[in-house]
């Protein structure tokens, strides 16, 4: 993985954190290289529940169904699979269910691959033009108060909200033959 000299290797530990905080009982994830260490987190917790969904937009409908039980939930997913939910976040409005989702971003900052630079390079607007507030974290540090803020907005405020987690964070992944 090439990475930034910020990237600190305790930030998925400050999520799992917050989310505790935040009481979130569900995690519905695509296993992703990004989310791994949070994902393994949440499997070995007593108070979430990690579901694997076969494609992103699953996570939305998941959610819904979660709000509806009474529980909070948070969806894990790579940019490359927001663009599979566009049709599903037009539930988010008509619902008005809490939704959190955290984005693994690749598509930027040292990308190898051609084919995750599109939707890399759109997450952002897919959002907003959803009506998703989007907040950032680029480096570590960043992690718990931009996760705080968006658990904030999402679950006390009901704004859906996206944290994007930059791909120099999460450092770019290297394929050697």
């Known amino acids: 993985m090439l990475a930034d000299s910020k990237t600190s290797s305790d930030w998925p530990e400050a999520i799992y954190s917050t989310l505790e905080r935040f009481e979130v009982r569900q995690v519905p994830y695509v296993p992703d290289a990004g989310h791994s260490r949070l994902i393994q987190r949440v499997l070995g917790s007593s108070t979430m529940r990690g579901i694997p969904l076969t494609t ?6 998941l959610m819904a169904g979660a709000w509806a039980g009474g529980q909070r939930g948070v969806l894990l997913m790579q ?19 809490p939704f959190l989702t955290l984005v693994t971003m690749r598509g930027e900052w ?16 897919v959002f907003e033009l959803s009506g998703v507030q989007v907040l950032r974290a680029s480096n570590a540090q960043e992690v718990p108060d931009v996760l705080q803020a968006a658990a904030a907005q999402a679950y006390n405020a009901l704004t859906p909200t996206a944290v994007l987690l930059s791909q120099r964070l999460i450092g770019a992944k290297v394929f050697t033959k």
């Not at 940019?79 to 269910?97: A, D, K, Y």
């Not at 040292?110 to 607007?125: A, D, K, L, Y």
């Open 79 to 97: 940019s490359s699979g927001v663009g599979n939910c566009i049709n599903m976040l037009s539930l988010i409005p008509i619902l008005r269910f």
């Open 56 to 61: 992103e937009e699953e996570g939305i409908a």
């Open 110 to 125: 040292g990308e190898f691959n051609p084919w995750q630079v599109p939707m890399g390079s759109t997450t952002r607007g």
